[in-house]
């Protein structure tokens, strides 16, 4: 029997026609057993629009973050794969779906984006400065951090149920950074992580802040570092030692 996959769109303040167009788009190519969006703070307009697809709406009052929303809405999947894609599409569902494939055939335990693979296909670029910003992220976490990617922030990831059960009490981070959480801890687990190139599309009015976001990923790099390494050290304790015949 095939893996189930459930999906999670975490949105804030997002384009409601793309968001849409979107769901729809990995409601067809994906074929999810279940698609949650997870929005904050929303307009009732929105929630009148989006009340009107095929998907769960579960809608906070106040901006959770992120990371926050994906938690929330991974603890309520009940799937093996669980998946989460960016509102803005910025990531096509064709590729989401690239991303997901290795989670469902069993070939991975965490699938993670890459724009920023040398086969990834980016057909609009970020501005200069967000590009710097994030070329520099990724050159201090690989150097940093137990998993060594080219990209830690694309937003199309997947994880199976059980490695998601297995580090869901150390991820804390309500923001961006829950990425960056997902893919050590896995890794520090022992984890198998595959990186898939995507095609990529940069979407304008992005929600990351150009001056706090590199503060906070830089503290959570020398924090989840720290964690990642108490993580690994306590898989490798209570891990059976292999005793040799005699």
């Given at each position: 029997?095939?893996?189930?996959?459930g999906l999670v769109v975490p949105a804030y303040r997002p384009d409601v026609d793309r968001l849409i167009r979107f769901l729809k788009e990995l409601s067809v190519t994906l074929d999810p057993a279940a698609l949650r969006v997870e929005i904050d703070d929303?307009?009732?307009?929105?929630?009148?629009?989006?009340?009107?697809?095929?998907?769960?709406?579960?809608?906070?009052?106040?901006?959770?973050?992120?990371?926050?929303?994906?938690?929330?809405?991974?603890?309520?999947?009940?799937?093996?794969?669980?998946?989460?894609?960016?509102?803005?599409?910025?990531?096509?569902?064709?590729?989401?779906?690239?991303?997901?494939?290795?989670?469902?055939?069993?070939?991975?335990?965490?699938?993670?984006?890459?724009?920023?693979?040398?086969?990834?296909?980016?057909?609009?670029?970020?501005?200069?400065?967000?590009?710097?910003?994030?070329?520099?992220?990724?050159?201090?976490?690989?150097?940093?951090?137990?998993?060594?990617?080219?990209?830690?922030?694309?937003?199309?990831?997947?994880?199976?149920?059980?490695?998601?059960?297995?580090?869901?009490?150390?991820?804390?981070?309500?923001?961006?950074?829950?990425?960056?959480?997902?893919?050590?801890?896995?890794?520090?687990?022992?984890?198998?992580?595959?990186?898939?190139?995507?095609?990529?599309?940069?979407?304008?009015?992005?929600?990351?802040?150009?001056?706090?976001?590199?503060?906070?990923?830089?503290?959570?790099?020398?924090?989840?570092?720290?964690?990642?390494?108490?993580?690994?050290?306590?898989?490798?304790?209570?891990?059976?030692?292999?005793?040799?015949?005699?």
């Amino acid at each position: 029997m095939a893996a189930s996959l459930g999906l999670v769109v975490p949105a804030y303040r997002p384009d409601v026609d793309r968001l849409i167009r979107f769901l729809k788009e990995l409601s067809v190519t994906l074929d999810p057993a279940a698609l949650r969006v997870e929005i904050d703070d929303p307009r009732p307009e929105t929630i009148d629009r989006l009340d009107e697809l095929p998907v769960t709406v579960n809608a906070a009052e106040q901006r959770r973050g992120k990371g926050a929303a994906l938690t929330a809405g991974f603890d309520r999947l009940e799937t093996d794969v669980l998946g989460f894609a960016d509102a803005d599409g910025a990531t096509p569902a064709a590729s989401v779906a690239d991303v997901c494939e290795p989670v469902i055939d069993g070939t991975a335990d965490l699938a993670v984006g890459s724009r920023r693979h040398p086969e990834a296909t980016v057909v609009a670029h970020q501005t200069l400065l967000r590009r710097e910003m994030g070329d520099a992220f990724a050159w201090l976490a690989r150097r940093l951090l137990p998993v060594a990617l080219y990209d830690y922030q694309c937003g199309a990831k997947a994880i199976a149920a059980d490695a998601w059960a297995a580090i869901r009490d150390h991820i804390t981070a309500p923001g961006f950074a829950w990425d960056v959480e997902l893919i050590s801890f896995t890794g520090a687990r022992g984890g198998r992580i595959v990186e898939i190139p995507v095609e990529w599309h940069d979407r304008p009015g992005s929600t990351v802040s150009a001056l706090g976001a590199p503060l906070e990923f830089g503290r959570t790099v020398l924090s989840v570092r720290r964690r990642a390494g108490a993580i690994a050290a306590d898989r490798e304790a209570t891990e059976p030692t292999a005793v040799e015949d005699g």
